[in-house]
């Protein structure tokens, strides 16, 4: 991929900030982070490189604005854990679940070509194998509570 406009949400946590290394030599990158569990440290060995960083939680902040004119977002803005959901359920309900709906709609508003989202084992539950190889999401977890 070059030459595209993109946004990584979440840039600066572990799978946000290896993705925008990835991405910024050969595109124009953004990144919006609330720095709850991210770092500025884990872009800074980017130097010049460095895109610059919205700080802001993404469910507050303008998004069909920020989106405008960009090509592609990839939405890793989210509070992981499942202990983390039962303890504080509204936090993360206000993270993960309403903010990425705003990404959805602010994506659908402002003309962006591609949403990519990550998911998580958390709620796929354990893969099962199928016969040629690939792999099933099981909904046996949403089945058993
Ligand atoms: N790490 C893994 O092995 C793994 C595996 C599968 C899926 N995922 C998914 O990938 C995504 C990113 O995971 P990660 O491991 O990089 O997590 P992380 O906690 O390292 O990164 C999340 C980033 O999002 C930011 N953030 C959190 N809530 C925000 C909000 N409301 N607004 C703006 N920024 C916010 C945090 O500051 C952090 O920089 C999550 O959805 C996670 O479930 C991760």
């Known amino acids: 991929m070059k030459g595209k406009k993109v946004i990584v949400t979440g ?5 946000g900030s290896h993705l925008v290394e990835a991405l910024v030599e050969k595109n124009d990158v953004i990144v919006i982070d609330n720095r709850s569990t991210g770092k500025l440290e884990n872009i800074d060995h980017l130097g ?35 202990q983390r959901s039962i303890d504080d359920p509204l936090m993360s309900n206000q993270s993960n679940a ?36 690939r792999t099933c999401v099981s909904h046996q977890n949403r089945l058993t509570r």
């Open 98 to 133: 309403t903010g990425t709906l705003k990404v959805l709609i602010a994506a659908k508003e402002s003309g962006v070509q591609k949403v990519v989202f990550a998911s998580s084992s958390s709620v796929y539950g354990e893969p099962r194998s199928s016969r040629n190889g």
């Open 48 to 82: 010049d490189a460095r895109p610059d960083v919205i700080e802001g939680e993404v469910a507050a902040l303008n998004l069909p604005e920020i989106f405008d004119g960009y090509d592609y977002v990839f939405h890793l803005a989210a509070l992981p854990s499942v």
């Open 11 to 15: 840039g600066l946590g572990f799978i």
